[in-house]
């Protein structure tokens, strides 16, 4: 079993920046995909980007590639998404999921656990 924890979400200005993070406890992540996915009011999560633990190659949404960085602390267990250059579309809650895989996953369907989420509000 492995339970995530998100934090880092919050009001900010358009062009800001803000981290999340997604601490994962009760198992190593080290044969697990970790992804981010978003849900705004009225629409579908979606994918945001995903890194797999083992090979550290990572993947993005064509929405947010070259805006948005996905990392690993392995000491931590904890996987990060940096967004920069944040606008009012990124306006979501947003989710930590973890799937067993050594490659990265963009389908939701594929991932195991989920974390409660975490809004992250961008204003214009």
């Known amino acids: 079993q492995v339970e995530l924890v998100e934090s880092g979400g919050g009001l900010v200005q358009a062009g800001g920046s803000v981290r999340l993070s997604c601490a994962a406890s009760g198992r190593t992540l080290s044969t697990y995909a970790v992804g981010w996915f978003r849900q705004a009011p009225g629409k579908e999560r979606e994918f945001v980007s995903a890194i797999s633990w083992s090979r550290g190659t990572t993947s993005y949404a064509d929405s947010v590639k070259g805006r948005f960085t996905i990392s690993r602390d392995n000491a931590k267990n904890t996987v990060y998404l940096q967004m920069n250059s944040l606008k009012p579309e990124d306006t979501a809650v947003y989710y930590c999921?973890?799937?067993?895989?050594?490659?990265?996953?963009?389908?939701?369907?594929?991932?195991?656990?989920w974390g409660q989420g975490t809004q992250v509000t961008v204003a214009s």
């Open positions: 999921a973890a799937g067993s895989s050594p490659a990265t996953i963009r389908t939701p369907l594929r991932y195991d656990y």
